[in-house]
């Protein structure tokens, strides 16, 4: 890696792996953009001059592109010096075909709001990165689109710190089993429903569980769905998940999923 | 220094400008007040009655102090075919330097899922209803060759398949006086994709 680091905390940093998740106009010709990067997380520019015609980083600076940024400076605004296409974006370009487009791009900014939501500035995830990038790729390929969401989301949830408990029983810890009902208790993981009068105690009308199969947990956990069934179930626990973390101020993009005129 | 609060208050009103901060704001209101107190009485009572007049037009939303824009208003001009673009100076664009005679209408922004503007925000059900309203019979999409520009025009082009209405796109490609070499590599494979047939007479 290229990275040189005084004491000061300076840092200048060469031609990293990234993707724009968010960009917004910053004084007359500048951004500010929201990145996520391979080896450092989610970061924080400023690309002055970027809406320049012939600025060094005009027309590159798009979102779903894989990108190669270079940085200097410190804290929680670095200063972008360079932005280049990757190999792999010059390879998609020379098969004539945009990276993305049409009725895949709302999820593909579902899955960018979902990064801007959950990932803190300057913590990596390079996992999740990978998990980015294989999402974005299958996303253009239009494979299942619903059970790529579903996956990503739990892997988002696993790398910050949110792991779905998806193998077994948390009241007896006995294996999942595919045939069974459960009440998935957010926060907590699932209780096979034959334990729920004994939870009706403790659990007020507002119940914040959800009832699953355990078929539905079972191939969460694989992430690979058998039926529509399955993943809409998979879909209600993991939307109730998120809701959960995020707190009051909804998705933006789901409201939108929702809101089309046509 | 401080100011006098009225000239204090100029110079802050100045600065909300795109552009124009401290330094510029002070000698713009210095050269007003000391050198060209006529001018700077037009300026007041011509931003006044615009701000005052000027609205939408209700049926491209460009902006315009009458019910409908010299544009939608014009018999020559064909109000069949609509140009769709991003802003009010995209529409200038093409007035100086097209021979474009369809009409338009303005989305006063594009798609952009994260900051929450959807489709009604730029205006799209009233597009929807004009679409319906059923005498258009060509789109013309014209929004910015960015990500954004592209989700956009998808979106568009799919309300008017719905209804089955022409719809083009217009041509990305080499600037004019241009040399492919200096080309980006986008922009070449968007050129060599929509290639037309030279036709010699």
Redesign the interface.
Same mark, same amino acid.
């Given at each position: 890696m290229n990275i040189s680091n005084n004491l000061s905390g300076y840092q200048r940093v060469h031609s990293q792996p990234a993707y724009i998740l968010h960009t917004q106009a910053y004084q007359n010709t500048s951004l500010i953009i929201d990145a996520f990067t391979a080896n450092f997380g989610r970061l924080r520019f400023v690309a002055k001059g970027a809406k320049r015609l012939k600025s060094p980083f005009a027309g590159k600076l798009q979102v779903f592109t894989p990108l190669l940024l270079s940085w200097s400076g410190k804290g929680d605004l670095y200063t972008l010096t360079d932005a280049d296409f990757t190999t792999s974006s010059q390879l998609l370009y020379l098969h004539g075909q945009q990276p993305l487009r049409g009725s895949v791009l709302l999820s593909c900014y579902y899955l960018n709001e979902i990064l801007l939501r959950f990932l803190t500035l300057e913590d990596p995830h390079p996992e999740l990165f990978y998990y980015y990038v294989d999402a974005l790729e299958n996303l253009s390929m239009k494979k299942n689109i619903e059970s790529v969401l579903r996956v990503f989301e739990k892997r988002l949830l696993q790398e910050t710190g949110y792991s779905l408990v998806l193998n077994c029983d948390i009241n007896t810890g006995e294996p999942i089993d595919a045939l069974k009902m459960y009440h998935y208790i957010l926060n907590e993981g699932p209780h096979s429903i034959a334990y729920e009068s004994e939870l009706s105690e403790r659990c007020n009308p507002e119940y914040d569980g959800i009832q699953v199969l355990g078929k539905t947990l079972l191939e969460l956990e694989r992430g690979s769905f058998s039926n529509r069934q399955t993943l809409k179930q998979a879909k209600q626990l993991m939307r109730a998940v998120i809701a959960l973390h995020l707190g009051d101020k909804p998705l933006k993009t789901r409201a939108l999923f929702q809101s089309t005129i046509l | 220094m401080s100011y006098s609060p009225l000239i204090g208050q100029l110079i802050s009103a100045l600065k909300r400008l795109? #552009?124009v901060g401290q330094k510029s704001a002070q000698r713009m209101a210095f050269y007003l007040l000391q050198h060209d107190k006529q001018a700077a009485m037009q300026i007041s009572q011509s931003l006044a009655s615009a701000i005052e007049q000027v609205g939408e037009c209700s049926k491209c939303r460009v902006l315009s102090e009458s019910e409908l824009c010299e544009v939608c208003n014009n018999p020559k001009r064909s109000q069949q075919q609509v140009c769709i673009v991003e802003s009010p100076s995209d529409v200038q664009a093409f007035e100086q330097s097209t021979h474009y005679s369809g009409r338009y209408f303005v989305l006063m922004g594009h798609l952009s899922?994260? *900051?929450?503007i #959807?489709? &009604?925000e730029i205006g799209? *059900?009233i597009f929807?209803s004009q679409l319906d309203a059923g005498d258009i019979t060509e789109v013309i999409l014209a929004t910015n060759p =960015?990500? %954004?520009g592209?989700?956009t025009a &998808?979106y568009i082009s %799919?309300?008017t398949k719905?209804r089955n209405i022409k719809t083009t796109r217009i041509a990305h490609g080499v600037p004019i006086g241009g040399e492919l070499e200096y080309v980006? #590599? +986008? =922009?070449l +494979?968007h050129a060599?994709?929509g290639r037309s047939i030279v036709s010699v007479d």
């Open positions: - | 795109p #552009g899922p994260l *900051d929450g #959807g489709p &009604h799209l *059900d929807a =960015t990500v %954004e592209e989700a &998808h %799919e309300m719905k980006n #590599g +986008s =922009t +494979s060599l994709d």
